[in-house]
């Protein structure tokens, strides 16, 4: 499973990029979506890339704010989240999939808090 990090709290306007990390799978070869969780709310996908050709997807309240971008070379899949608000304070997660529904075992988590 992949490893989350990079949350941090940062004030309205501010800048984080999350890291999601594979080991053991190279992520090149998975479906890689990021999800949230606010408090009091269900979970829910944010941003996703798709192998097949590498493009890239965003939930609506996210769109022109975060940028998804790889580094195969370190496995890794990052989440730019650029002008952040408290509505985007949450748990995010990694998982090999673009599919809220399809995830069966999630990770820890990094926590993001925006403060107004």
């Known amino acids: 499973h992949p490893v989350e990090s990079g949350g941090g709290s940062v004030q309205a306007g501010g800048s984080l990029r999350l890291s999601c990390v594979a080991s053991g799978f190279a992520v090149y070869h998975y479906n890689i979506g990021w999800f949230r969780q606010a408090p009091g709310k269900e979970r829910e996908g944010v941003s996703c890339i798709t192998t097949s050709d590498g493009s890239t997807s965003y939930t609506d309240s996210v769109k022109g704010r975060f940028t998804l971008s790889t580094d195969n070379a370190k496995n890794t899949v990052y989440l730019q989240m650029n002008s952040l608000k408290p509505e985007d304070t949450a748990v995010y997660y990694c998982?090999?999939?673009?599919?809220?529904?399809?995830?069966?075992?999630w990770g820890q988590g990094t926590l993001v808090t925006v403060s107004s």
């Open positions: 998982a090999t999939t673009c599919r809220v529904e399809y995830v069966t075992v």
